[in-house]
């Protein structure tokens, strides 16, 4: 947890007895880690009881450690064991921040830093084309709650803007195209790649690999073509990332005197803008919602989920009350907090979470080409 007086880490210990002072092993970053003190933490943040040692099964609260961050392990380094990390999911809705004064900035970024540190499903960046600050997160209440600790906890001023959302792109249908790099001149390039595209959904938003005849490309000249294509992948035909995409490098032509790794990496990333110009489908992410509403209200509420193009999967009773689930264009959410609590007079409740991303209607696609 960022704390402008310093980070405190919490851990739960499984085995073992971790004493103050110690010198346990992160075999996840393979660094030496300095626990300067143990605590107890109560509910009052101001309240702490200092700890000579923790036995197994105490959850505490530690200073001191400078390379860990949440999801890590700490073990003895005489006896190294790694649990599985935590999967975090991708970020969801970014907003445009920057501080109310501009002497402010290195402070900002250090406050983005901290609190991205001990929250991972949080992050920032800044956008190359506007030079916005971006921070990211999984939903408006989410970066409103960071927002409210810059300003309670680190003392910091800032202005937030609209929230943007992380859209996604894929192939609209598999296409096998040629990349070719070409630099004439004394000091000329040559370098051409052909590339299988297609959609592909697996454990990777984007899976690059090669069926390609050894004697074709050599290993470097081949490797700099994968390196192109994940590359230009990260942002498609309208500038967003490219997911559930599969691409295999099917042939190559190389000339030793000519070509070279920078050749063959645009020869890649010139294959994938070739693929998907005219191509490419834009995705929205959707969002899994479930309300809780008494029956009073149950009309009102169905109806402005469906005026937000809601698909409602189920509705079924939870005691007297009444559970709605339904998947929701995360675009349509924004301003939901304060609808659902008029519409039922304050009486209802509701959960979301990421669901999965699905292809964007026509008009929010005209909406980023500038048509009408």
Not at 291 to 319: C, F, Q, S
Request: charge should be negative; proline fraction near 7%.
């Amino acid at each position: 947890m960022a704390d402008p007086h310093g980070e405190l880490f919490y851990l739960r210990i499984y085995s073992g007895t971790l004493k103050a002072q110690s010198r346990p092993l992160n075999p996840g970053k393979d660094r030496k880690e300095m626990v300067s003190k143990i605590y107890h933490i109560f509910a009052d943040p101001k309240h702490r009881e200092e700890l000579p040692q923790a036995p197994p099964g105490d959850i505490v609260a530690l200073v001191g450690l400078r390379d860990s961050i949440t999801g890590d392990t700490l073990c003895d380094a005489q006896q190294p064991i790694l649990l599985e990390t935590i999967r975090f999911a991708d970020t969801v809705i970014s907003r445009s921040i920057e501080p109310e004064s501009s002497a402010d900035k290195q402070k900002l970024i250090d406050t983005l830093n901290s609190l991205k540190k001990e929250d991972p499903t949080f992050s920032w960046k800044v956008d190359p084309e506007t030079g916005q600050t971006l921070m990211n997160g999984m939903g408006m209440l989410h970066l409103e709650i960071k927002q409210n600790r810059m300003e309670r906890d680190f003392r910091l001023k800032v202005r937030v803007g609209q929230p943007l959302v992380s859209y996604r792109e894929t192939l609209r249908a598999p296409v096998t195209v040629q990349g070719e790099f070409r630099q004439p001149g004394a000091a000329g390039a040559y370098a051409k790649v052909t590339v299988q595209l297609e959609p592909f959904k697996g454990e990777q938003p984007v899976t690059v690999g090669s069926r390609i005849k050894p004697d074709r490309l050599t290993p470097e000249f081949l490797a700099a073509a994968e390196n192109g294509i994940r590359s230009a992948l990260q942002s498609g035909d309208l500038g967003f990332p490219v997911i559930s995409v599969r691409a295999t490098i099917v042939d190559g032509v190389m000339d030793l005197q000519l070509s070279n790794e920078m050749a063959f990496e645009a020869a890649g990333a010139d294959a994938v803008n070739q693929a998907l110009k005219n191509n490419a489908e834009l995705l929205e992410p959707i969002m899994h919602l479930e309300v809780m509403v008494p029956e009073e209200h149950l009309g009102a509420v169905t109806a402005d989920l469906n005026a937000r193009r809601a698909e409602i999967t189920e509705v079924h009773n939870r005691g007297k009350w009444h559970v709605i689930e339904a998947l929701i264009p995360l675009a349509r959410t924004f301003d939901y907090s304060e609808k659902v609590r008029s519409l039922s007079q304050g009486r209802a409740s509701w959960t979301m979470e990421p669901h999965s991303f699905r292809p964007a209607p026509p008009e929010v696609l005209r909406g980023f080409l500038g048509h009408e």
